[in-house]
C-alpha cells in the first residue's frame, strides 16, 4: 500500500513541477523575445503551448496509473482477506469437508474436523485416495463409488447415507453431500464434499428398531396364547356339550363355541399378519364362513357362498365386532334360511361407501323372516347380539331388506381412515 502512494505522489510531484516549468518558461519567451525559446527549446514558439498539453497529459495519466494500481491493490487485499477468512472458516467448521480430484479421486484438501473424524493426521489423508476411507461393506465402498461417478459427470449429490472406517477399525456412519465445482469451460475441477457423522442417530434407530421388533414378537406370543386360551374354551364347550342330550341347550353350547372360534381366528390371524394393529377382512370373512359351514356340517353343493370383501384393513375391536356379526347372521341363516334341504346362496360383503362410512351386508336367498317380526325386539339372543354390535359397538345403523330373502346391511363411519369403535 505505502509504494502506490510514493508511485501517486511522485508522479503528481514530478507532472506539477515540469508544467509549472514549462509554463514559467513559455510565459517568459511569449513576452520577452525567442533567443532563449530557439536556445533552449529550438521549436516554433505555437509548440509552446502543445508541450504544455502533453505535460499536462503525461501528469494526469500518471495520476490514473497510481490510482489503478491502488484500486488492484485493494481488490487483491480484499479477496486476500475473503480467502483467508474462508480458510479459517473451512478449517474450523464443526463438520469435515474434502474436496477431491475428479481424476484419480486424490483428496487435494480436507480440514480439522475431517482430521478428527476418521483418526487420521491431515498429512496422511492427503496422501490418501478417497476410496481409501471407506468401508468394504454394502454401504460402503460401492455406493461411495458410485457417488464418485456421479460427482465426475458434475451431478450435486445430497444426504447419501454411507460407511467409512476410522483409523482403528470402526465403522462410521456418515451423510455425504457433494457438490461438483466446475471451471470455466464447465468442467469439473474438484468437489466441495461435505460430511456429516450420523453414528448416533444410527445406533438410535438400530436399537429404536429392535425395540420395536422386541415388541412385535411380545404382541404376537400374546395373541397367539389368546387364541389357544379361546380354543382351550371352545373345546370345554364341545366337551360340555356332547354330553347334553337336550338338543336345545345342545344348540346353545354350540352357538356360543361359535362365536368364541370366531373372536379365536382375529387373534389367530394377527399373530400371523406383518401388521399387528390391523386385520385383512378378506381373508378373514373366507375362514370365519368355511369354519361356519363344517361346524354346521352344511352341504356345499346345496348352499353356496359368495364373498364381494373388499381390501379393507380393520383394527382388532372393530375385526372382532364385525367378525362377531357375521358369525350370528350366517349361522341364522344356515339354520333357518333353507329349510328341508333347500338350496340357495349366502352373500357377505364388505365395502367402503365414501371416504367416511364402511357398509357390511350379509343376505341369503332363502325363506325370510316373518313381516310381522321385529328383528331388534325379538328373544333370539342372536339377533338382539348383532344389533347391540351393530348400534353399541359400531356406531352405525343396521337395516333389513325381506325382499327375495333377507339382506341385511349396517352402515358405519370410519375415523382417520379407520373404523370407529
Known amino acids: 500500500m505505502k509504494v502506490e502512494k510514493k508511485i501517486i505522489a511522485l508522479s503528481i510531484s514530478f507532472g506539477l513541477f515540469v508544467w509549472v516549468v514549462d509554463a514559467v518558461l513559455d510565459f517568459y519567451f511569449f513576452y520577452e523575445g525567442t533567443f532563449w525559446e530557439l536556445l533552449i527549446y529550438d521549436v516554433p514558439k505555437h509548440e509552446v503551448y502543445i508541450r504544455s498539453v502533453i505535460l499536462a497529459s503525461f501528469m494526469i495519466f500518471g495520476i490514473l496509473i497510481g490510482s489503478i494500481m491502488v484500486k488492484r491493490k485493494k481488490a487483491e487485499e480484499a479477496l486476500q482477506e475473503s480467502e483467508e477468512r474462508y480458510r479459517d472458516l473451512y478449517e474450523n467448521a464443526p463438520n469435515a469437508y474434502l474436496s477431491i480430484d475428479p481424476v484419480n479421486g486424490s483428496i487435494l484438501r480436507c480440514n480439522l474436523a475431517a482430521s478428527q473424524l476418521l483418526g487420521f493426521d491431515k498429512e496422511t489423508i492427503l496422501r490418501m485416495k478417497v476410496f481409501d476411507l471407506y468401508a468394504d461393506t454394502p454401504h460402503g465402498l460401492p455406493k461411495a463409488q458410485e457417488v464418485f461417478r456421479r460427482f465426475k459427470a458434475g451431478e450435486t449429490i445430497g444426504d447419501v447415507e454411507l460407511q467409512m472406517k476410522h483409523l482403528d477399525g470402526h465403522l462410521i456412519w456418515i451423510s455425504l453431500s457433494v457438490e461438483a465445482l466446475k471451471d470455466d469451460k464447465g468442467n469439473v475441477k474438484e468437489s466441495r464434499s461435505m460430511v456429516i457423522d450420523i453414528s448416533e442417530r444410527k445406533r438410535a434407530e438400530?436399537?429404536?428398531k429392535a425395540s420395536l421388533e422386541e415388541k412385535k414378537v411380545l404382541?404376537?406370543?400374546i395373541h397367539h396364547r389368546v387364541k389357544n386360551n379361546m380354543q382351550v374354551i371352545s373345546s370345554l364347550l364341545r366337551l360340555q356339550f356332547s354330553k347334553i342330550d337336550d338338543k336345545q341347550h345342545a344348540d346353545m353350547f354350540k352357538e356360543s363355541q361359535d362365536r368364541i372360534k370366531s373372536m379365536a381366528l382375529i387373534h389367530e390371524k394377527l399373530y400371523q399378519s406383518e401388521d399387528l394393529a390391523h386385520i385383512d377382512f378378506?381373508?378373514?370373512?373366507?375362514?370365519?364362513?368355511?369354519?361356519?359351514?363344517r361346524s354346521h356340517g352344511v352341504d356345499t353343493e346345496k348352499i353356496s357362498t359368495k364373498l364381494e370383501v373388499e381390501g379393507i384393513s380393520?383394527?382388532?375391536d372393530n375385526a372382532i365386532t364385525c367378525g362377531l356379526i357375521i358369525n350370528e347372521l350366517v349361522s341364522n341363516s344356515l339354520k333357518y334360511a333353507f329349510p328341508q334341504d333347500g338350496k340357495g346362496e349366502i352373500r357377505v360383503a364388505l365395502r367402503s361407501i365414501n371416504e367416511n362410512e364402511v357398509e357390511l351386508t350379509v343376505s341369503d336367498n332363502g325363506v325370510g323372516i316373518p313381516e310381522n317380526l321385529d328383528f331388534k325386539?325379538?328373544?333370539?339372543?342372536?339377533l338382539h347380539l348383532v344389533t347391540i354390535l351393530s348400534e353399541d359397538q359400531l356406531h352405525g345403523k343396521i337395516n333389513l331388506n325381506r325382499v327375495g330373502g333377507t339382506k341385511y346391511h349396517i352402515r358405519f363411519k370410519k375415523v382417520n381412515d379407520k373404523v370407529r369403535i
Open 206 to 208: 438400530e436399537a429404536l
Open 219 to 221: 404382541l404376537r406370543e
Open 282 to 293: 378378506s381373508e378373514y370373512v373366507k375362514t370365519l364362513v368355511t369354519g361356519l359351514f
Open 314 to 316: 380393520l383394527e382388532l
Open 377 to 382: 325386539n325379538t328373544e333370539s339372543l342372536g
